[in-house]
T-cell receptor, first 113, second 112 residues
């Protein structure tokens, strides 16, 4: 158990819908990262937050947004869902925003039908 | 951008055999991590190894940052070692640092 929690574990929804994925970092970690794992793209970085502020952006679509709350948990919002958004979404956390080990949550498996 | 290449892409072993997985990266990196993704999809931290050598039980890893490669050694493999092994590096991205770039992984199958 990495100490990073993600909910829900599985999510099945229809095209055009909006969903919210939730992540709680390890106790004491200030930085949260979101990654997407799909069959064709592999594991890709989406976005990073550090102590409530956006720190870095990767290959995140405009239909996707995220935020980190004062209690440091984070939410990833996916809207206008398409079939191609079906993937495993991981949250990771680390103490600092750089130069340190990242620990991954169990992931949320999203299926868009 | 930086390229992270892992080899071999697939590996089939008999239980008890040893193996070496390789990760090459095309540019200087700040840090490097090895992960095991088990059949249930969970990513498990194996090593945080920006340089040097570390050992944890039957697993060990070596990173030679100046030559831009890392090796993961698995000895006396067990069926529970099956899964995909990922190498990931930390680079500078858009002025900020911290996100990981993953290789495509090595899929390991250990047969009883």
């Amino acid at each position: 158990d990495s100490g990073v929690t993600q909910t829900p574990k599985h999510l099945i929804t229809a095209t055009g819908q909006r969903v919210t994925l939730r992540c709680s970092p390890r106790s004491g970690d200030l930085s949260v990262y979101w990654y997407q794992q799909s069959l064709d793209q592999g594991l890709q970085f989406l976005i990073q937050y550090y102590n409530g502020e956006e720190r870095a952006k990767g290959n995140i679509l405009e239909r996707f947004s995220a935020q980190q709350f004062p209690d440091l948990h984070s939410e990833l919002n996916l809207s206008s869902l398409e079939l191609g958004d079906s993937a495993l979404y991981f949250c990771a956390s680390s103490f600092r925003g750089q130069y340190n080990e990242q620990f991954f949550g169990p992931g949320t498996r999203l299926t868009v039908l | 951008g930086i390229q992270v290449e892992q080899s071999p892409p697939d590996l089939i072993l008999q239980e008890g055999a040893n193996s070496t997985l390789r990760c090459n990266f095309s540019d200087s990196v700040n840090n490097l991590q090895w992960f095991h993704q088990n059949p249930w999809g969970q990513l498990i931290n194996l090593f945080y190894i920006p340089s040097g050598t570390k050992q944890n039980g039957r697993l060990s890893a070596t990173t030679v940052a100046t030559e831009r490669y890392s090796l993961l050694y698995i000895s006396s493999s067990q069926t529970t070692d099956s899964g995909v092994y990922f190498c990931a590096v930390e680079i500078e991205y858009g002025g900020s640092q911290g996100n990981l770039i993953f290789g495509k992984g090595t899929k390991l199958s250990v047969k009883p």
